[in-house]
C-alpha cells in the first residue's frame, strides 16, 4: 500500500463463526496497518465473541454489535459511519466467507491511493483478468447478464456493478446521504456505485478470482435478486427521462 492512507476494512456479519478469525487473519497477512471492523448482527453461533476476544489482543480489530439481523446494506452504512467518526481514509467492504481474495487488497487500496480523482475501485470477476471458480454456466450467465442489464440500463462503464469486494475513499462517503441509502444485497452495491459515479469520481476494476464460500450458508436469496433488478429498471428509467435522483448526496 502506498502512501500513508488509513484503512479500515468493513465485514459484516452473521453466522460466520467458522469463518471470521480466518479472514481477519488473511486481511492482516495482505495489508498489516489494516485496521478491521466486524459488523455483527447478533449471531448466535457466537461470531461476535470470537471477535471480541480477538480485539482484546490486536488493537486493529473492532467489533459493532447490531440487535439482530438488519441487512447488508445497514451493516456496511453502520460501519462507513464508524469509519468516517475515526477520520480512516479508505473504507473497505469485504465478505466474511473468503470469497473475496485478500491478497488483492494491496492492488485495490492502491489503485485508490495513487490516484486522487480514483475514489472507488472494484475488485472484479468480470473485467479482462478477473475470473470465478467452480461456477455453473447459469450462475456465471446470470451474474454477467445481470450486470451487463445495469450497465445498459445505468450507463455506467462497469462491469461488476454488483461486486461487494470494494475500496472506497472516504471523502465521496462523506460527501453522500448516506440516511436515504435503504438497498439490500446486490442492490446495495448498484446504488453505492450509483452515488460514486454521480459525483463524478473515476472508478477503476481491479481483476479477482472469486472463490464460492466453504463454510456456512450463504445469504443471497430470489427476493434479494429480484430488488436490485426491479431497482436497476426504475434507477434506469428515472436517469434517462432525466429525473437526477438529488437524494443521494448531500452538499457540502
Known sequence: MSG?????????TYNEAENVADIVATVFASVPSAHVLVVDD???DGTGDIVEE???EDDRVHLLRRSGK??????????FRWGLERGFDLLIEMDADGSHPADRLPAMIDAVDADPAVLLAIGSRWTRGGSVVDWPWY?????????AYARL?????VRDITAGFRVYRAEAI???DLGSIDSKGYCFQVDMTIRVHDLGGR???VPIRFRDRIHGVSKMSQAIVLEAMLRVTQWGLQRRLGSRRTRQTATR
Do not use: C, H, Q, W
Open 4 to 12: 500513508s492512507a488509513r484503512a479500515l476494512v468493513v465485514i459484516p
Open 174 to 176: 462523506e460527501r453522500m
Open 153 to 157: 440500463m445505468l450507463a455506467i462503464d
Open 139 to 147: 450462475r456465471e450467465f446470470l451474474s454477467r447478464g445481470g450486470n
Open 42 to 44: 447478533g449471531s448466535p
Open 203 to 205: 472508478i477503476v476494476e
Open 70 to 79: 438488519l441487512g447488508l446494506g445497514t451493516a456496511y452504512v453502520a460501519g
Open 54 to 56: 480477538r480485539s482484546r
